[in-house]
C-alpha cells in the first residue's frame, strides 16, 4: 500500500513524480492532507483518480473546516468522485464521545491520527473503510478510534536480542550446559559410514584366496586329527608326510591370503588417499563398487540434524567444531588397514611355522609315562605260573614294536637311543624280577595265557594313549591353532575394511567436504552475530526481565537468529544436495549473514517483532508470544465489544460534534490474527499487525460537505 503525506515536501514530490502506468504501484492508496490545501493539491488528485492501477484512495484531511457565508463546509475534491472517500480530523487531539446526542466528555484523548493512519495502512481495514465510507453522502465521514497494542518494550527488546546473540556465540564455559556432544551429527555420520556390501565378490583372486586358505587350514586340521588314531600310529612315516604335506598346502595358502589381502588393503588406502589405484583395479581384485550417494537425502540428514541442534539450544561454534571435527576424521587419509595390521603381523611367521614344522619328540616325556607300565607288564609276565620265561620273549619284543611305532616320525639322535636304552633297562629290570619272584598262585596254563593276552592288550593301549599324547605335543608345537585364529582376523579386517571404508567411501568423502562446508558457514556466522554485540551493546543490555513475556520474547528472538543461520546455510546445503563439488569457501556464507541481519534489523524497526520476517517460515514462538501479550491486555477485549453507542476517541474538537450525523454511523472492529477472539457481535477483521481496535465512521451532514470542482486544465494530464 502507499502512502502519499501531501503535507510534507516529500510526499507531494512523490505524488508530482506518478506516471500513467507507475510500475509496482498499489492498487490502494492513503493520502494524508490538510483541509486548507485540498484545493491546491487538485492536481495531485486528478493524477492520482487517472492512474488505471488505483482502485481505492483514502483521504484523510487533517484540520478545521472553513467558513463560508452559510457556516462551515468541507470541501472535498471532486476528482476522488467514484475512486476515493474522505475521513475529516479535525485539529487537536480529539474528544471522548459516545456516538449519540450526549455532548462529548472531558478528558484526555486515548488515541490519536497516527493510531488511525496505523489502521488504515492495513489492507482489509482500508478496504471496509473505503466500502462504508462510500456509501455515506458524499463519501466523508469523521472517524473515531479506540485501540490498543500488543508490544514489547523496546529496552527488553533489545536486551533480550543481544542475550540470545551471546548465547548462539558462547564459547567455554557459558556453553558448558548447551554443548554437549551432538547425537544427531553423529547419527548422520554412522548413517552415512554403514556400508551396504561388506564381503568380497565371488571368483575373485582375493575371494579365492580367503576361501584356499580357509579350506587348507581346515584340512590340516582335520588330517592332525586322523594322525591320532590307530591308523596314524600305525602308518609310520607314510602318515606323518601325508600331515607334513597338508600342513604346507595350508601354509602357502595361507602365505597368499596374506599377500592378496595385504596388497588389498593397502590399495583401499591408496586409493581413498590419493585416487591410485583406481576403484576399478580394486573391483577386479575382488571389492565390490562403493555404495552410490543420496546427496539430497544427506543434505536434508544435515539439516536436519543442524536444525535441531540449533532449535535445542546448542551454539554455533559447538555445532561447527563438532562438523569440522566429523569432517576431518572422515576425511582423514591413514587407513584402518594400516592401524590394524600389526593384529596380523605374526601372520607369515605362522605360516612358515606350517611349512617347516618342528620334528616329533618323544623323549623325555611322554614315553617316560611308558616306564612304569612296561616294567609291570614284563615283572606279571614272568611272575605267572606255569610259563616260565617264555612271556620274556613276547614282552621284550611287543615293546620294542610299539617303541618303534611311537618313534618313527622322530629324528635319530641321541634322545632316540635314551628311548629304546630306557625301555630294554625296564623291561628286563621287571622281567628279572618276575623270575625271581614267581607268583604263588595255583593258576592253570589256559588262565596264565589268559592273563599274558591281557598284558598284551594293556601295553598296547598304554602306547596309543601315549601317542595321542605325542601327536597332541607336537601339535602344540606348530602354529595350526594360531594360524587358524590370524586367518580369521585377516578375513575380518578385510570385510571390516570394505564395510567401514571401501563401500561408504563416496558417500564419506561426500559428507566430511559437507560437514567442513557446514562449519565454515557457521563460523561465518558467529563472526557476523559477535560484530553485532560488539556494536549494539549498551546499558540496555545489563537490564534483567522476567515473567512470561521476557520468556516469549526471548523464544521469538533466538528463533528468528537460527533461521537467519539456517537460511545462510541454505545454499551450502543446497550444494551438499547437489552433485556438484563443495567448496570451503565461507565468504559467500559471511555476506549473506551480513545482509539478513541487516534485513532483520529493519524488519523490526518497520514491521515489528510480531510480523513474521521473510526467511521465517514457523510463526509458533510468535503465536505462544501474542498469546501472552494479549492475555496481559486487559483493554484489548473491551475494545471488540464497543458499538456506536461506545465511548471513544473522536478525532474532531467538541464544537464539531454538532456537524455528525450520529445515526448513520458504522464500526469497524479489526485486532491481530494472532489474537485469541473473545465472543463478539459481528465480523471482526483479522490482521497482520499488532492492533485491537474498534474504528466508528459517523458521516457528516450533507449540508457541511460539497464536492469542489475545478475546470479542466489546458494542457491536458499534467505529468
Known amino acids: 500500500m502507499m502512502t502519499l ?47 488505471p492501477q488505483v482502485t481505492g484512495v483514502v483521504l484523510v484531511a487533517v484540520g478545521g473546516i472553513s467558513v463560508n457565508g452559510a457556516g462551515p463546509t468541507l470541501r472535498t475534491p471532486s476528482a476522488l468522485a467514484g475512486v476515493g472517500v474522505t475521513l475529516w480530523v479535525g485539529e487537536g487531539p480529539g ?32 478496504d471496509r473503510v473505503f466500502a462504508d465510507v462510500g456509501v455515506m453522502p458524499h463519501q466523508a465521514a469523521s472517524p473515531g478510534l479506540a485501540v490498543d497494542y500488543a508490544t514489547v518494550e523496546p529496552a527488553m527488546m533489545r536486551a533480550l536480542k543481544l542475550r540470545a546473540l551471546r548465547q548462539l556465540v558462547a564459547t567455554g564455559v557459558a556453553a558448558r ?59 609310520l612315516t607314510k602318515a606323518h608326510q601325508v600331515v607334513l604335506g597338508r600342513l604346507a598346502v595350508a601354509g602357502e595358502a595361507l602365505l597368499r591370503h596374506h599377500r592378496v589381502a595385504r596388497r588389498a588393503l593397502e590399495d583401499v588406502d591408496s586409493s581413498l588417499a590419493e585416487g591410485y589405484p583406481p576403484p576399478s583395479e580394486l573391483v577386479e581384485q ?54 590394524e595390521q600389526d593384529s596380523a603381523a605374526d601372520l607369515e611367521t605362522w605360516a612358515r611355522g606350517l611349512i617347516s614344522p618342528p620334528p616329533v619328540k618323544v623323549w623325555p616325556a611322554p614315553v617316560t609315562y611308558l616306564l612304569p607300565v612296561m616294567f609291570l607288564t614284563c615283572l606279571l609276565a614272568t611272575a605267572l605260573p606255569g610259563l616260565g620265561a617264555w612271556p620274556l620273549l613276547l614282552m621284550l619284543p611287543l615293546w620294542t614294536g610299539l617303541i618303534a611305532l611311537l618313534s618313527a616320525n622322530s629324528p635319530v639322535d641321541v634322545d632316540l637311543g635314551l628311548v629304546f636304552g630306557t625301555m630294554a633297562f625296564s623291561s628286563v629290570v621287571g622281567a628279572a624280577i618276575g623270575l625271581r619272584y614267581p607268583a604263588g598262585l595255583g593258576l592253570g596254563a589256559p588262565i596264565s595265557l589268559g592273563v599274558l ?13 601315549v601317542w595321542r599324547n605325542v601327536v597332541d605335543r607336537w601339535r602344540h608345537t606348530i602354529p595350526l591353532r594360531k594360524a587358524v585364529s590370524a586367518n580369521k582376523r585377516l578375513s575380518d579386517q578385510v570385510s571390516r575394511t570394505i564395510e567401514h571404508r571401501w563401500s561408504p567411501a563416496d558417500r564419506s568423502r561426500r559428507l566430511a567436504d559437507a560437514l567442513l562446508v557446514v562449519a565454515g558457514g557457521a563460523d561465518a556466522v558467529v563472526e557476523v552475530f559477535t560484530d553485532v554485540i560488539e556494536q549494539v551493546k549498551d546499558a540496555d543490555s545489563e537490564h534483567t526481565f522476567g515473567g512470561d513475556r521476557s520468556i516469549g520474547l526471548a523464544d521469538v528472538l533466538h528463533h528468528d537468529l537460527v533461521a537467519i543461520t539456517l537460511e545462510v546455510l541454505r545454499p551450502s ?30 524488519h523490526l524497526e518497520h514491521a515489528g517483532l510480531r510480523e513474521l520476517p521473510a526467511f521465517v517460515t514457523d510463526d509458533g514462538p510468535r503465536r505462544r508470544l501474542a498469546a501472552t501479550l494479549w492475555q496481559s491486555s486487559a483493554s484489548s477485549r473491551r475494545i471488540l465489544q464497543l458499538t456506536e453507542r461506545s465511548r471513544l476517541t473522536q478525532l474532531c474538537a467538541a464544537e464539531d460534534v454538532r456537524l455528525l450525523q450520529a ?57
Open 573 to 602: 546445503f543446497d550444494a551438499i544436495a547437489s552433485r556438484l563439488p563443495l567448496s570451503g569457501d565461507s565468504h559467500r556464507s559471511l555476506v549473506r549473514a551480513k545482509e539478513l541481519v541487516a534485513d532483520y534489523h529493519d
Open 5 to 51: 503525506d501531501l503535507r510534507t515536501a516529500e510526499g507531494r514530490a512523490q505524488a508530482q513524480s506518478l506516471h500513467r502506468r507507475e510500475p509496482g504501484l498499489s492498487s490502494r492508496v492513503l493520502v494524508v492532507d490538510t483541509t486548507e490545501a485540498l484545493s491546491e493539491h487538485h492536481e495531485y488528485f486528478e493524477r492520482l483518480a487517472r492512474l
Open 177 to 235: 550446559l548447551h554443548d554437549r556432544e551432538s547425537t544427531e551429527l553423529t547419527s548422520v555420520v554412522r548413517s552415512a559410514t554403514e556400508g551396504d556390501a561388506t564381503s568380497v565378490r565371488q571368483g575373485s583372486p582375493l575371494y579365492e584366496a580367503m576361501a584356499t586358505a580357509q579350506r587348507e587350514l581346515q584340512a590340516a586340521s582335520r588330517a592332525v586329527d586322523r594322525w591320532r588314531t590307530w591308523r596314524g600310529m600305525l602308518g
Open 286 to 339: 575382488g571389492l565390490l563398487s562403493p555404495a552410490p550417494v543420496n546427496s539430497e537425502e544427506m543434505a536434508e540428514a544435515v539439516r536436519k540434524a543442524v536444525t535441531t541442534e540449533l532449535i535445542g539450544g546448542r551454539t554455533l561454534p559447538g555445532i561447527a567444531e563438532q562438523a569440522r571435527r566429523l569432517g576431518n576424521q572422515l576425511g582423514a587419509a591413514r587407513s584402518l588397514a594400516i592401524t
Open 95 to 126: 474528544v471522548p464521545w459516545e456516538g449519540g446526542s450526549q455532548r462529548p466528555g472531558a478528558g484526555q484523548a486515548e488515541s490519536t491520527v497516527d493510531d488511525l493512519l496505523a489502521a488504515l495502512r492495513l489492507p482489509k481495514v482500508f
Open 663 to 719: 445515526d448513520g454511523a458504522r464500526v469497524v472492529h479489526f485486532a491481530s490474527a494472532d489474537m485469541d477472539l473473545p465472543p463478539v457481535d459481528g465480523e471482526v477483521i483479522r490482521t497482520k499487525g499488532d492492533a485491537v481496535g474498534a474504528l466508528r465512521l459517523t458521516p457528516i451532514l450533507a449540508r457541511y460537505v460539497e464536492r469542489e470542482v475545478h475546470a479542466q486544465n489546458a494542457e491536458g494530464d499534467p505529468r
Open 453 to 465: 593276552a591281557l598284558l598284551v592288550i594293556v601295553s598296547a593301549l598304554a602306547a596309543y594313549l
